[in-house]
Structures are given as structure tokens and as C-alpha cells.
T-cell receptor
Framework: AQSVTQPDIHITVSEGASLELRCNYS??????LFWYVQSPGQGLQLLLK??????LVQGIKGFEAEFKRSQSSFNLRKPSVHWSDAAEYFC?????????FGSGTKLNVKP | NAGVTQTPKFQVLKTGQSMTLQCAQD?????MSWYRQDPGMGLRLIHY???????DQGEVPNGYNVSRSTTEDFPLRLLSAAPSQTSVYFC?????????????FGQGTRLTVV
């Protein structure tokens, strides 16, 4: 069965520091991969998605993610974190009409 | 453009009561789905539909029913609520397949069963 793993439950970074959130997927073929962000009490908003082609994808709010087939990873990065980035982040994969979500990583931003 | 609309936003039920969570989308998406979100478990798929008249079970379907009579609406029914169904429920819609697919989410329904 397909699955998505986010090994970090909580991450704290200082404002202005760089950020990397980890995501690993398990699927034989190249899956469709996504990163979503959820602010408290809100629904999920799409940050970026990967289907094929260039392994580095750009998203909204200055986020990017890199697909590495050899490591089965799709890590999310941002060069300089803003206080408004504090939220929960979900990695997801899609195949055969189903989205599979990771358990989420909560990001805390220190002033 | 409303997107995906869920009602109600909050609900408290007593054990054994039934209720329907409503979900409507105005994007003409064929695919709709229901998830529950519990702390530390991400979003788990309850039921999904690939078009009007077609539904299928997801990862955690027990205790829930769905139907899809129109493209726009995909209600989730709790037949006999249990405390284990206390959760935040999200409805999502998406184009069926292909490179443009992505899930568009509603704002969620926070359900408490006492």
C-alpha cells in the first residue's frame, strides 16, 4: 500500500532562518506528490505539487520542494522563514483516485 | 467562487444520535472525498466518489455512509454517533486524474460526540 511519512512531528526555527521539512513516500512508480499547509482552524491550502519533469518545484509563499527518487523523498524548503509561516504542513501523494497524507509537521517560528 | 463549502462548522452530538455533514462544491469536479483529521494521524480517507452515483470506501469507512446523487453534493452520514468519531472532518474535491489534479479542501467541521 502507498504511504507517506513525515518523520518530524514538531520543528522550531528562528525567524529568518532556513527551513527543511522532510517527507518520504513509498510507491514503486513515481507518484504525484503535494505539500499542503494548514493554519489553525482552517482547511488545507496547496503549496506546491510534483507530477514529473524537473525535480525542483516552486510553490507559493516562497516555498520549494525537491523530488529525489533515489531517496524516495520530497522535502519542502524555504530559505528564510517568516513568523506567518507557523502552521502545520502535510505531505501527500496521489494515485488511483486516492490521496495519502502524512501525519503532519507542526512548525513553530521563534521571534 | 465559493469552492468547497462544508456545513456545519461545529457540532456536538450525543452518543447514538445521527447526523449528516454537508459538502458542496461549485467547480464541477468529478472527484469528491471525506477525511477525518485526528492529532498525530494526519488525514485519513473515509469515503470517496469519482462521479455522481459512484462511491467507494477509503481507509476508515466504518460508521459512515455516503451517497452522490449530484456532481455538486457529497454528504457524509453518521448513523449512530460514537465518541470515537469525535474529530475534524474535511471534504475535498478535485479533477479526476491527470497533471492538473489537486485536492481543494473545505474549512472543516469540528464534531464532538459526548
Amino acid at each position: 500500500a502507498q504511504s507517506v511519512t513525515q518523520p518530524d512531528i514538531h520543528i522550531t526555527v528562528s525567524e529568518g532562518a532556513s527551513l527543511e521539512l522532510r517527507c518520504n513516500y513509498s510507491y514503486g512508480a513515481t507518484p504525484y506528490l503535494f505539500w499542503y499547509v494548514q493554519s489553525p482552524g482552517q482547511g488545507l491550502q496547496l503549496l506546491l505539487k510534483y507530477f514529473s519533469g524537473d525535480t525542483l518545484v516552486q510553490g507559493i509563499k516562497g516555498f520549494e520542494a525537491e523530488f529525489k527518487r533515489s531517496q524516495s523523498s520530497f522535502n519542502l524548503r524555504k530559505p528564510s522563514v517568516h513568523w506567518s509561516d507557523a502552521a502545520e504542513y502535510f505531505c501527500a501523494s496521489y494515485n488511483f483516485n486516492k490521496f495519502y497524507f502524512g501525519s503532519g509537521t507542526k512548525l513553530n517560528v521563534k521571534p | 467562487n465559493a469552492g468547497v463549502t462544508q456545513t456545519p462548522k461545529f457540532q456536538v452530538l450525543k452518543t447514538g444520535q445521527s447526523m449528516t455533514l454537508q459538502c458542496a462544491q461549485d467547480m464541477n469536479h468529478e472527484y469528491m472525498s471525506w477525511y477525518r483529521q485526528d492529532p498525530g494521524m494526519g488525514l485519513r480517507l473515509i469515503h470517496y466518489s469519482v462521479g455522481a452515483g459512484i462511491t467507494d470506501q477509503g481507509e476508515v469507512p466504518n460508521g459512515y455512509n455516503v451517497s452522490r446523487s449530484t456532481t455538486e453534493d457529497f454528504p457524509l452520514r453518521l448513523l449512530s454517533a460514537a465518541p470515537s468519531q469525535t474529530s475534524v472532518y474535511f471534504c475535498a474535491s478535485s479533477p479526476t486524474t491527470g497533471v492538473n489534479t489537486e485536492a481543494f479542501f473545505g474549512q472543516g467541521t469540528r464534531l464532538t460526540v459526548v
